[in-house]
């Protein structure tokens, strides 16, 4: 079920007023009913792997307990890795089965040997990588002793199989989620509005900007080879809006959505764009994933090669944006994406400056320094956007060297006007918009005549764009 869809729009009236009139009488009953909704919501897409989903929620409870009843060292980390391979190789399996096949093919045909091409028809789960890392990231915190394991197994799958974030996250801590799941919600008007005024701006970012989006980027990537510079430029441009428009919407629409329901969801996306270093923009981009891979990927693999000096840093480095590439995709042209991120990255390493994983807002008022800034990372946060947006390696390469030796040989077209110049009229509006979030501090502190104005007009495109239902980026992953 989407968000964006007609069905979800009869699902979360019913689901809300059935939870507070009828199921609000305590905590059991209002997380029973929201697990069982959840159920409802996952089934619509594939009842069959609502199986998988109540399986791998089970096993991390009952995981979990075995993990912390163990006082032996050895036993505990045996069964952390037991718990940990186990996840990663249902995960494997959904995700990278015929990535292998083809790789091991490709690489037979190479020296010499004849394979035949087999490609084995497996349908990935929707959220499989979601809620496999809530489930890790538990299970790790329990061997760590940062947290007891959850005695409630209603409130534990209801952490792992919650519908606002289910599919495309974000990526919740037991930590932050489960405190929450552990006590009765009671109804909060402000709450509920403010919930209503992230989804509305959620669905503006998906249905009016994403959807309207896609089809230049579609026909920039699509002819590419035939384009000039400013119309190659245009289509990297309008694919960063289409990212950060159909992900960010998407995480807002699930922090709404959780907030009519008293749940607060971690803040996925804090204006990332004006970010002034690829630092920085990692701690402003998919927060909830970027912090995941400090926490547990990063910080013990650099603890692991601490005696390397910077070369186990650079290497810890390497492997966590290696990681995070694979995550996106089964294809050459991810992994591509994290090696050439890692490198970007690399400055940061060097630097004296510590990068918070949650930033504070920041200031429209920006130096020329700043805005430079700004443009440096912008301009290699697109490249890295190319490789995750091309169907190859090959295509991204091409697409990049036809960019850059475009911009050489015929400067003069960067004046021209370009196929796609109409992405203007979605980007524009999103940039306005955080522009004024950023000098407020938040949407509650807009004026209200600009506010309700800009609900208006919000809500007017929405209703004109809304015929358009396309599944989010995010769900593949």
């Known amino acids: 079920m989407l968000f964006n869809s007609f069905e979800f729009l009869i699902f979360l009236p019913f689901v809300f007023l059935c939870y507070w009139y009828l199921f609000s009488k305590n905590k059991l009953t209002q997380n029973l009913f929201l697990l069982f909704a959840s159920y409802i919501f996952y089934a619509f897409w594939d009842i069959r792997f609502l199986i998988l989903l109540i399986f791998s929620g089970v096993l991390d409870f009952y995981l979990g307990k075995i993990i912390d009843k163990h006082e032996d060292e050895g036993k505990r980390k045996w069964f952390l890795r037991i718990s940990v391979f186990t996840k990663v190789l249902i995960l494997g399996y959904f995700k990278y089965t015929n990535f292998f096949i083809n790789t091991f093919n490709d690489l037979a045909n190479h020296f010499g040997y004849k394979t035949s091409s087999i490609d084995v028809n497996i349908i990935i789960p929707i959220g499989i990588s979601f809620y496999t890392f809530h489930g890790i990231s538990y299970l790790v915190d329990i061997y760590y002793k940062r947290i007891k394991p959850n005695n409630d197994i209603v409130e534990y799958n209801l952490f792992v199989a919650y519908f606002p974030l289910l599919v495309a996250g974000p990526i919740e801590r037991a930590t932050h989620l489960l405190p929450q799941l552990g006590k009765k919600r009671n109804f909060n008007y402000n709450q509920s509005i403010s919930g209503l005024r992230l989804i509305l701006w959620g669905m503006f970012k998906k249905v009016v900007v994403a959807d309207s989006l896609s089809n230049i980027v579609y026909q920039v ?42 749940i607060e969801l971690i803040k996925n996306f804090n204006f990332p764009y004006f970010s002034k270093s690829i630092g920085e923009y990692w701690s402003r981009w998919h927060i909830s994933f970027s912090s995941w891979l400090n926490d547990y990927v990063f910080t013990p693999l650099a603890i692991q090669y601490r005696n390397w000096g910077k070369i186990g840093v650079y290497l810890a480095v390497f492997l966590t944006f290696l990681i995070s590439g694979f995550w996106h995709g ?7 994406q994290g090696v050439l991120f890692s490198i970007f990255y690399i400055p940061v390493v060097f630097s004296t400056k510590k990068v918070k994983f949650v930033q504070k807002l920041g200031s429209t008022t920006f130096s020329i320094v700043d805005v430079l800034k700004m443009f440096r990372t912008y301009v290699l ?27 050489i040989k015929k400067p003069a077209d960067l004046f021209s006007l370009p196929v796609g110049w109409e992405c203007i009229i979605y980007i524009a509006p999103v940039v306005i918009a955080e522009l004024i979030f950023l000098k407020y501090g938040s949407m509650q502190k807009v004026p209200k005549f600009l506010k309700y104005f800009a609900y208006l007009i919000l809500g007017i495109m929405i209703f004109f764009c809304i015929d358009k239902k396309t599944s989010f980026v995010y769900f593949q992953f």
């Open 330 to 336: 089964a294809a050459w042209h991810y992994v591509a």
């Open 381 to 407: 946060v697109c490249i890295g956007y190319i490789y995750f947006r091309a169907d190859s390696l090959g295509q991204a390469s091409g697409y990049i060297v036809k960019l850059f030796s475009s911009i």
């Open 221 to 262: 990537f699509l002819n590419y080879s035939h384009l000039n510079a400013i119309s190659l430029i245009t289509g990297v441009v309008s694919l960063s809006f289409l990212i950060y428009g159909d992900f960010s919407g998407y995480s807002d629409i699930a922090r709404g959505v959780s907030r009519l329901f008293g």
